[in-house]
Each structure stands twice: as C-alpha cells, then as structure tokens.
C-alpha cells in the first residue's frame, strides 16, 4: 500500500512540472479558447482540463435535443403524434405554391419558422382568420413541420379532434383525464389549433377551448389558430374571457387569399375534360 501512495504522489508531482506552466495550455482550433486550467492543489500549480465552448455549445444543443426528443415521447402518449392528419404531413414550404398561394402568409411562416426561438420566448402567436379554402391549414402545417424537422416538439391538430380526445379521455378517466391532456400539451413548444370553431357548439367545448387556451397562456407558450370564422362571431361564441386571451397571446392575420380547393378543383376538370373529349 505504502509504494501504491508513493507511486501516485510521484506521478502527480510529475504531472505537475510539466504542465505547470500556464502558457503551454492548447486552444482549441475552432473556437480558440483554452483547452486548460491552471490550477492551485497541494502539490502546486496545474493545469487542469476545461471544455472549451465550441464543445460546451454542441453539448448544450445535444442536451436540448435529447429533451426535446422525450418532451415528444410524452407527447406520443398522450396525443398521438400530435394527432397530425396525412393532409398536415404533406404540408411543406419548398411545395408552396407561388401562383395560388398567399404570398403573405408564406413569408409569415418563413420568418416564423426561421425565428422560432425568440417567437417562443417572447410567446408570439397568431390568430389566421379567413375564408374556407384559402391555404391557412397549409400555411400552419408548414410551420408544423418545419419545426418538428428541427427537434421542436409541436401539437398540430384539428379543434374536432382535440375536444374529441378530450372526451374520450374524460370518459376513461374522468376530470383527471381532462387534465392529462391539457398538462400533455404543456410539453409542446408550439400548439397548433386548425379550424377553431368547426367543433360541436355547447359550453363544455367551450370551456374546453379555453382551457387549452388559458394553459398556453399561463405556460408563456406560443400558441397558433386558424379559423374560418369573422372576427365578430369568434367574439360572440367564445367570451370575452376567451376573446381577451386570444388578443393577448396572438396576432390577428387575415387571410385574403381565393379559394385554392376550387382553384385546383377547375384545373383539375379542366385537365379531365382534355382527356376525355380529346
């Protein structure tokens, strides 16, 4: 045991000599920060390993990943892989199209997408409202999955199915089924709510909506809703409690755009009758 503790203290003091001096520590190549320490011990001065801050960065990021990829593991369980339709996974902003699409929104969920962390932070919304057809559940599908391409846990689902999952919950589980959804949610960087107002109208949907929306509120979560509806029948259905919230959290984009459904519905019979009548 003896020579054990003479061997370990002689290797130390050797370590010592050689790396105490302080101008001798590498830099990293890419960031140029220290890859050492000197350090005071009992035996004198050393210079100890450090993690320089390219390393700490990509760790940071690893970490934020790995806890974004089990926020979406919860997510899973609970909702259902946010519950997105095929029609929502199709949606992508390299697909847009120029000639029918709102130019407008497009640049909208470009900036979005691209400046998601301070969106997030500052707890920006949207309310998109607008006639039938015209591209808002596109537009919030490409927001959708842009993000989750990035590792951002996102919610994009229709109001129909959200209130639906909430009942089928609350018919398992009771309120504490109620409850487990909307703390799922919690879990989700971005919720999306398409067609806000196509759900049954009675007051438990109602007060539903705004549970979802009062937890986003009070989580300091962005949250972004599409809805055919005006403005003013919005208001009149929902509360102004429910109102109020939704002025506060989202910015209200209205979206002029034509009808794309039947934009394409023309071209698409105009093509079946050069084919038929050819």
Same mark, same amino acid.
């Given at each position: 045991m003896q020579g054990k503790g003479i061997l370990k203290n002689s290797s130390q003091k050797e370590w010592v000599s050689v790396c105490k001096d302080i101008n001798s520590i590498v830099k990293c190549e890419v960031c140029g920060e220290p890859t050492g320490r000197l350090v005071k011990t009992i035996f004198g001065e050393g210079v100890f390993p450090r993690v320089c801050k390219c390393k700490r960065d990509k760790l940071k990021k690893q970490q934020? #990943?790995? %806890?974004?990829?089990?926020?979406?593991?919860?997510?899973?369980?609970?909702?259902?892989?946010?519950?997105? &339709? %095929? &029609?929502?996974?199709?949606?992508?902003?390299? /697909?847009?199209?120029?000639?029918?699409? /709102? #130019?407008?929104?497009f640049r909208i969920a470009t900036e979005y997408i691209a400046k998601f962390h301070e969106m997030k932070?500052?707890?920006?919304?949207? +309310?998109?409202?607008?006639?039938?057809?015209?591209?808002?559940?596109?537009f919030s599908g490409c927001i959708a999955n842009a993000l989750i391409s990035k590792l951002v846990p996102v919610v994009c689902v229709g109001v129909i199915a959200l209130t639906e999952r909430i009942s089928k919950s609350k018919r398992n589980f009771g309120e504490e089924g109620i409850f487990t959804v909307l703390n799922a949610l919690e879990n989700a960087d971005l919720l999306i709510?398409?067609?806000?107002?196509? $759900? $049954?109208? &009675?007051?438990?949907?109602?007060?539903?909506?705004?549970?979802?929306?009062?937890?986003?509120?009070?989580?300091? +979560?962005?949250?972004?809703?599409?809805? /055919?509806?005006?403005?003013?029948?919005?208001? #009149?259905?929902?509360?102004?409690?429910?109102?109020?919230? +939704?002025?506060?959290?989202?910015?209200?984009i209205r979206n002029t755009g034509g009808d794309i459904r039947k934009m394409q519905g023309k071209a698409k019979t105009e093509v079946f009758f050069k084919k038929v009548m050819r």
């Amino acid at each position: 045991m003896q020579g054990k503790g003479i061997l370990k203290n002689s290797s130390q003091k050797e370590w010592v000599s050689v790396c105490k001096d302080i101008n001798s520590i590498v830099k990293c190549e890419v960031c140029g920060e220290p890859t050492g320490r000197l350090v005071k011990t009992i035996f004198g001065e050393g210079v100890f390993p450090r993690v320089c801050k390219c390393k700490r960065d990509k760790l940071k990021k690893q970490q934020e #990943e790995d %806890e974004n990829r089990q926020k979406q593991i919860r997510l899973d369980q609970v909702i259902n892989n946010s519950m997105m &339709n %095929e &029609n929502f996974k199709t949606c992508n902003l390299k /697909n847009w199209d120029h000639g029918i699409g /709102n #130019e407008n929104l497009f640049r909208i969920a470009t900036e979005y997408i691209a400046k998601f962390h301070e969106m997030k932070s500052n707890n920006y919304g949207m +309310l998109v409202y607008g006639d039938c057809g015209n591209g808002k559940t596109y537009f919030s599908g490409c927001i959708a999955n842009a993000l989750i391409s990035k590792l951002v846990p996102v919610v994009c689902v229709g109001v129909i199915a959200l209130t639906e999952r909430i009942s089928k919950s609350k018919r398992n589980f009771g309120e504490e089924g109620i409850f487990t959804v909307l703390n799922a949610l919690e879990n989700a960087d971005l919720l999306i709510l398409d067609d806000l107002g196509t $759900e $049954e109208d &009675n007051k438990w949907t109602r007060a539903m909506i705004y549970q979802v929306i009062e937890k986003r509120n009070s989580s300091k +979560l962005p949250l972004i809703i599409t809805t /055919n509806m005006r403005i003013a029948d919005l208001k #009149e259905r929902y509360d102004e409690r429910t109102y109020s919230r +939704l002025t506060d959290m989202c910015s209200f984009i209205r979206n002029t755009g034509g009808d794309i459904r039947k934009m394409q519905g023309k071209a698409k019979t105009e093509v079946f009758f050069k084919k038929v009548m050819r």
